[in-house]
């Protein structure tokens, strides 16, 4: 099993950046495919950026050009960077981890972007 724990939410101004960090119960050298959700009032959660174990990242259309997800083996952490934010980009934003027949969730953490 792995815990994952958000952190970097906040409120800014359209224009603006923040970035998300996952951090991971244990390693996450060996997970197939990190990656980041996003959920908005009344919306289903939608994929926003993942990275495979071993291939290239993939990122929404929406996001594209603005977000990036990286990670740090060594922390055990996930990270998204988002730049030049867009009232649309609010959402609950969540960490997923899936490997095999596993699929972890964060408990997801708010970023609201104002106009």
């Known amino acids: 099993q792995v815990q994952l724990v958000e952190s970097g939410g906040g409120f800014v101004q359209a224009g603006g950046s923040l970035k998300l960090s996952c951090a991971a119960s244990?390693?996450?050298?060996?997970?197939?495919?990190l990656g980041w959700y996003r959920q908005a009032p009344g919306k289903q959660r939608e994929l926003v950026a993942f990275?495979?174990?071993?291939?290239?990242?993939n990122y929404a259309d929406s996001v594209k050009g603005r977000f990036t997800i990286s990670r740090d083996i060594n922390k055990n952490t996930v990270y998204l960077q988002m730049n030049s934010l867009k009232p649309e980009d609010t959402a609950v934003y969540y960490c997923?981890?899936?490997?095999?027949?596993?699929?972890?969730w964060g408990q997801g953490t708010q970023v609201t972007v104002s106009s």
């Open positions: 244990r390693s996450i050298f060996s997970i197939d495919t």
């Open positions: 990275m495979p174990r071993f291939g290239s990242t």
């Open positions: 997923n981890a899936q490997g095999g027949s596993e699929n972890y």
